[in-house]
T-cell receptor, first 113, second 114 residues
Framework: GQQLNQSPQSMFIQEGEDVSMNCTSSSIFNTWLWYKQDPGEGPVLLIALYKAGELTSNGRLTAQFGITRKDSFLNISASIPSDVGIYFCAGQNSGGSNYKLTFGKGTLLTVNP | DTGVSQDPRHKITKRGQNVTFRCDPISEHNRLYWYRQTLGQGPEFLTYFQNEAQLEKSRLLSDRFSAERPKGSFSTLEIQRTEQGDSAMYLC????????????FGSGTRLTVV
């Protein structure tokens, strides 16, 4: 089945630093999504990417859909303590199974004030 | 409508007991999904409803699991004869017909089987 490799597994940074995390896949996806999950809560959608090469921003967050459609990255600029959480990438196909998301294992972000 | 609601938030049960979880999706969303998340992992797809029709079940969903969405609104997920391996966060999500905007997830039900 499809697998997503997300790296790094965890990051510990100082407030104000920039963060970068990425996701690679063994196969092509037509949509890439980035979610954030706080402890005890469900994932919340941060950014959705629909086209290869697309670069999209949402406030301090920027994400890109790789040209090969097999990878994506997420950058967070000027991190703040509330950025703490687990960040997940997810890939979505088109066609008959376009409802199903395949998630990475997540990147745990810790921000030291 | 404040989003996807799940009930209960936490459930502790003894091995062998049956449990049932409820999900209330966003009212205008006709697609509903169940995912399971274990510690240190991302959510994994379990099943999908289009209105009241269950259109796919993952092989993760053994015979002990059953999900329903009787009137195309709320959904229930029942686990019979629970096992310790069933301990996980069960997440419900909903979306419009075109899921291109991503799902909206609920806060999940944390199941602990002792």
């Amino acid at each position: 089945g499809q697998q997503l490799n997300q790296s790094p597994q965890s990051m510990f940074i100082q407030e104000g630093e920039d963060v970068s995390m990425n996701c690679t896949s063994s196969s092509i996806f037509n949509t890439w999504l980035w979610y954030k999950q706080d402890p005890g809560e469900g994932p919340v959608l941060l950014i959705a990417l629909y086209k290869a090469g697309e670069l999209t921003s949402n406030g301090r967050l920027t994400a890109q859909f790789g040209i090969t459609r097999k990878d994506s990255f997420l950058n967070i600029s000027a991190s703040i303590p509330s950025d703490v959480g687990i960040y997940f990438c997810a890939g979505q196909n088109s066609g008959g199974s376009n409802y199903k998301l395949t998630f990475g294992k997540g990147t745990l972000l810790t921000v030291n004030p | 409508d404040t989003g996807v609601s799940q009930d209960p938030r936490h459930k502790i049960t003894k091995r062998g007991q049956n449990v049932t979880f409820r999900c209330d999706p966003i009212s205008e969303h006709n697609r509903l999904y169940w995912y399971r998340q274990t510690l240190g992992q991302g959510p994994e797809f379990l099943t999908y409803f289009q209105n009241e029709a269950q259109l796919e079940k993952s092989r993760l969903l053994s015979d002990r699991f059953s999900a329903e969405r009787p009137k195309g609104s709320f959904s229930t997920l029942e686990i019979q004869r629970t096992e310790q391996g069933d301990s996980a966060m069960y997440l419900c999500a909903s979306s419009l017909d075109s899921p291109n905007y991503g799902y909206t997830f609920g806060s999940g039900t944390r199941l602990t089987v002792v």
